[in-house]
């Protein structure tokens, strides 16, 4: 939050007209300086109207959460609240300005914060349906070599990304390396990563369950600050997602199951600077910031509208009856 009141009044100084800033004897205009204090708490007041009204329109949910018609079961660790499929979606692209994820399933964020607080992290839930994938190699990897790989694999994707509009990436280092557990099925590791235009790191934390016809992916959004909180609280985190009977990575039948082209160490290394999904990394609160109060509040009547719309129709379809709960 503290960074986010810093850009707001950052904001408010270089949106003064030129020739005040010019003006040597602004820190003596009292009218001047009264103006753009003004300004800033006008910015303010609008930032928080615009939070306090996002905040009571989503509906977090918590306990055991049915994934994807029954494709696994997610049971909400107890610091942590979770948002459906259609909520996490509009976050991701009105609020957050960041490109739609078509394999999403629901995020999750710490209890007693907002998505729009910029002091903690978020996490993405999706599933990629690519095939069983084959942790033959996980013992062989050198997660070293491997970096050096991925590590040039995003110099050369640059000129594709700015030509996309989206800031040139430097992945710096593992930030955690990578650990499989193949009891569970389970790998985590995270990436140190440099944007274009950004003095501060940003950390990218991923988790990829394994299953039998693919892997669900639990994708960190935050900056690196936060890598300490992210581990502590990553043990509960991994318990809290399993795979349902049927869809279990021990449930693989090589007759009928289609085999992914790669191993764990396409896993780390793969298509993950390509997704468009990936650009949802880029820190969040450049876009809210970026866009001002106005933008906010057009973002937020295209959240509410939706949801509006959306109940209107969900009472005409319904039929109405007497004995319907209020």
Do not use: C
């Amino acid at each position: 939050m503290r960074k986010t009141l810093f850009l707001l009044l950052s904001l408010s100084f270089l949106s003064a007209p030129l020739q005040a800033i010019e003006n040597d004897s602004l820190a003596a205009d009292s009218a001047a300086m009264d103006s753009l204090i003004q300004d800033f708490m006008a910015q303010m007041s609008a930032y928080k109207e615009f939070k306090d009204s996002l905040d009571n329109s989503l509906q977090f949910e918590n306990g055991q959460v049915n994934l994807q018609n029954g494709l696994a079961t997610l049971n909400v660790p107890d610091q942590l609240m979770y948002l459906d499929t259609r909520q996490a979606s509009q976050v991701l692209t009105e609020v957050w300005n960041n490109p739609p994820q078509s394999t999403l399933i629901g995020m999750m964020i710490p209890k007693g914060t907002s998505v729009l607080d910029d002091s903690t992290y978020a996490i993405l839930i999706s599933y990629e349906q690519e095939g069983y994938v084959d942790d033959e190699d996980a013992e062989d990897l050198d997660y070293d070599e491997l970096l050096e790989t991925m590590q040039e694999d995003a110099m050369t994707s640059n000129p594709e990304r700015s030509q996309l509009g989206y800031p040139t990436i430097e992945i710096i280092g593992w930030a955690s390396p990578p650990y499989y557990d193949s009891q569970s099925k389970k790998l985590h590791w995270a990436k140190e990563l440099s944007f274009d235009g950004d003095s501060e790191h940003t950390l990218n934390y991923n988790v990829r369950i394994l299953g039998r016809r693919g892997y669900l992916e639990l994708n960190f959004i935050g900056g690196l600050y936060l890598l300490d909180q992210i581990k502590k609280d990553m043990p509960a985190i991994l318990k809290s997602v399993e795979f349902n009977s049927g869809n279990q990575y021990g449930d693989f039948d090589p007759d009928i199951d289609e085999v992914a082209a790669y191993g764990i160490g396409g896993l780390i290394a793969g298509k993950v600077l390509a997704k468009a999904g990936f650009f949802a990394l880029i820190l969040k609160f450049w876009k809210i910031i970026a866009v001002g109060a106005v933008g906010l509040f057009a973002g937020l009547r295209r959240f509410l509208g939706g949801k509006k719309k959306e109940e209107e129709q969900n009472q005409i379809e319904e039929p109405k009856s007497e004995d319907k709960a209020e």
